[in-house]
């Protein structure tokens, strides 16, 4: 089973800006809902942004107005991030469900975000 693959982490300074991609493999045939996590060390991941099928999005109120959850089609997943800070520093990972995923839906390795001040 291919994983989605995640790109576009990096080192950045507080205010900049960075833009995370996520590549979902041909075989995770039509995402139900595609979203955006991050766990920092020493805390428990959590989301940071997801969409559904149907257009809707949800976003972490510490990311609202700063991040964008997008689509590229049905096999791509973005997350512009803007005015970073520090605490947004993280290893981001993006998570797909269909109707055929494990509970948990399908994991990519995820990218490491650091904001340094």
């Known amino acids: 089973q291919e994983r989605p693959v995640e790109s576009g982490g990096g080192l950045v300074q507080f205010g900049g800006s960075l833009r995370l991609s996520c590549v979902v493999p041909?075989?995770?045939?039509?995402?139900?809902?595609m979203g955006w996590f991050r766990q920092a060390p020493g805390k428990q991941r959590e989301l940071v942004a997801r969409?559904?099928?149907?257009?809707?999005i949800d976003y972490a109120d510490s990311v609202k107005g700063r991040f964008t959850i997008s689509r590229g089609g049905e096999n791509t997943l973005y997350l512009q991030m803007n005015s970073l800070k520090p605490e947004d520093t993280a290893v981001y990972s993006c998570?797909?469900?269909?109707?055929?995923?494990?509970?948990?839906?399908?994991w990519g390795q995820g990218t490491q975000v650091t904001v340094s001040s």
């Open positions: 969409l559904n099928s149907i257009g809707n």
């Open positions: 041909k075989n995770i045939r039509s995402p139900d809902v």
């Open positions: 998570n797909i469900h269909n109707r055929w995923s494990p509970p948990s839906g399908y």
